[in-house]
């Protein structure tokens, strides 16, 4: 029997009519306290999170004391961070891929003495392990306060023109190199009784057609970090979660999608060509333009990026920086704030909470 929205629909009302049954002739009361109690958990849930959101944070007062290290600092939300944690005055310990490279230069050219541009390249576990030792060298008996695990990539395009490879290529850097920097550093964290901190994404908890390979990875950084975040609890070390929706970086770049989609439909079978059609990757860029618009920003428009801000149509990498910089540098974060606004509007949208044939509609 497969899941379809009429047997939703039929067993929606054969179940309702069970209820007002039961309410009409045994429990009068029944479906009023059970409908009340949900109501109740429901709105609970939703003030508690209102009142740890809105009441003030008592701030580390030390900031200059405290030093974090980050991943993926060539380009996108790393670099921003590791300039606005910087102004903070904190150490920072930068990785980046290409050190000699154009983002780290100017990095830092751009920041204080005490950010230290790391070469890393978190698929290989060499360079995590001489980034570990360079941290010990440096911060002695002072230890590790934070790490932000930011690295990652993102191809797009549906899985038949997608090779293996690429699939493995993004589980090595999303996945399996987040989880290689963060158990290299467990030590230096638990010794602080520090926090690690992911970058996931909203994909990581609703699938989007053309972005499977990614949306795989950040499903399971996601559930890494809530496995994480229990373990680590007897230890007082935090793990939490940032998990933006679309926002302009360097991982969003149109055109490079167009010449990765060119290569692969070159490699595609005669055949499958013909099923897909000569005008296949216009209509998949034109679609995937438009998902990004839904999203939050317009993929026309030429965004300057600075050390404070990172502006798109409607959404800010201002926002994403705010979750990474509270949960850095304040003294107490809750539980739910594993979850960003952004993934919050994600849920309420319906990804992980309508019925399956539901949120196969929304895209």
Not at 31 to 53: P, Y
Not at 216 to 235: Q, T, Y
Not at 296 to 304: C, K, R
Request: glycine residues 6%; hydrophobic residues 40%; aromatic residues 8%.
């Amino acid at each position: 029997m497969r899941y379809s929205l009429l047997l939703l629909l039929v067993t929606s009302v054969i179940t309702f009519s069970v209820l007002k049954l039961l309410h009409v002739t045994l429990f009068p009361y029944f479906v009023m306290n059970l409908s009340l109690g949900l109501l109740t958990i429901v709105l609970a849930d939703l003030l508690v999170k209102l009142v740890a959101n809105v009441l003030p944070r008592k701030l580390l007062t030390d900031l200059e004391n405290k030093a974090v290290f980050i991943t993926g600092c060539d380009t996108g939300f790393g670099n921003l961070c590791a300039r606005r944690l910087d102004a903070l005055g904190v150490r920072v310990y930068a990785g980046c891929l290409m050190p000699e490279g154009a983002g780290a230069k100017e990095l830092k050219s751009d920041t204080s003495s005490k950010l230290h541009i790391v070469p890393l390249d978190v698929t290989k576990e060499k360079d995590v392990k001489q980034a570990v030792e360079y941290v010990k060298e440096i911060q002695g008996d002072q230890g590790l306060w934070a790490v932000i695990n930011n690295a990652g990539i993102l191809m797009t395009g549906e899985v038949e023109l997608m090779p293996v490879e690429l699939f493995q290529r993004i589980i090595e850097v999303n996945t399996l190199g987040s989880v290689r920097v963060a158990k290299a550093f467990l030590p230096l964290i638990r010794t602080s009784k520090g926090r690690l901190v992911f970058t996931a994404s909203c994909a990581g908890r609703s699938t989007v057609p053309g972005l499977v390979p990614y949306s795989m990875s950040k499903h399971a950084i996601v559930s890494f970090i809530d496995g994480l975040r229990r373990e680590m609890r007897k230890w007082s070390v935090t793990v939490h979660g940032i998990e933006p929706m679309m926002y302009r970086t360097q991982m969003t770049d149109m055109e490079s999608y167009r010449k990765f989609l060119k290569q692969q439909w070159s490699e595609l079978p005669e055949e499958d060509r013909r099923l897909y059609g000569d005008s296949y990757i216009d209509k998949y860029m034109h679609g995937y333009a438009s998902f990004q618009m839904a999203y939050g920003f317009s993929v026309n428009t030429e965004i300057h990026v600075d050390a404070n801000c990172c502006n798109s149509h409607i959404y800010s990498c201002h926002n994403v920086l705010g979750q990474i910089e509270r949960v850095h540098q304040c003294f107490e974060v809750t539980p739910q704030e594993k979850k960003s606004n952004d993934a919050r509007f994600c849920d309420l949208c319906g990804h992980s909470t309508l019925p399956l044939v539901g949120g196969d509609f929304i895209k």
